[in-house]
């Protein structure tokens, strides 16, 4: 069966901003969905942001087999940072190297559409990529026994 497009929910997230830092990222394609927490160590809610949507496309290009039936990815963040300055091409005096490599990710391998979605209101797959970057951080800290 032909996947032809791939959704991706993706959030960045901070207990601080910058501090402790987490991602979650939820893809679907062809009914079956991969859902991913990661700790990311200290970093600022916009670098998380964008690391989520780096690690989704990456996820994607070697994580799965997904690549060889579709490119057409549709990113779904609330992160209106992270959309301009991957796709409407802000300047952005930080987090340069990352936006690079998402971009040339989108340019070499994707027709990717960003849409912006608002946050904690209630869309499912964005409050489970929220639930899974918060979750990251918090085992972090019952794993390192720290807080902050």
């Known amino acids: 069966m032909k996947c032809d497009i791939i959704e991706m929910y993706t959030d960045g997230a901070c207990s601080s901003n910058p501090g402790p830092a987490g991602i979650g990222i939820v ?3 062809n009914g ?4 991913i927490s990661d700790y990311i160590g200290r970093s600022t809610n916009n670098k998380a942001e964008l690391e989520a949507i780096s690690r989704g496309l990456g996820h994607i290009m070697f994580g799965c087999s997904i690549q060889f039936l579709t490119n ?3 990113i779904y963040t609330d992160s209106i940072y992270s959309i301009n300055v991957i796709s409407n091409k802000w300047k952005s005096k930080k987090n340069k190297e ?3 490599i998402i971009q040339e990710m989108i340019t070499d391998h994707f027709n990717a559409t960003f849409i912006k979605i608002k946050a904690h209101n209630g869309n499912i797959e ?3 990529a929220d639930q899974l970057a918060k979750e990251a951080i918090d085992r972090n800290r019952r794993n390192n026994g720290k807080q902050g």
Do not use: A, M
């Open 27 to 29: 893809i679907k394609y």
């Open 72 to 74: 057409n990815v549709i």
């Open 32 to 35: 079956q969905r991969k859902e």
């Open 126 to 128: 964005n409050e489970k």
């Open 98 to 100: 990352l936006i690079e």
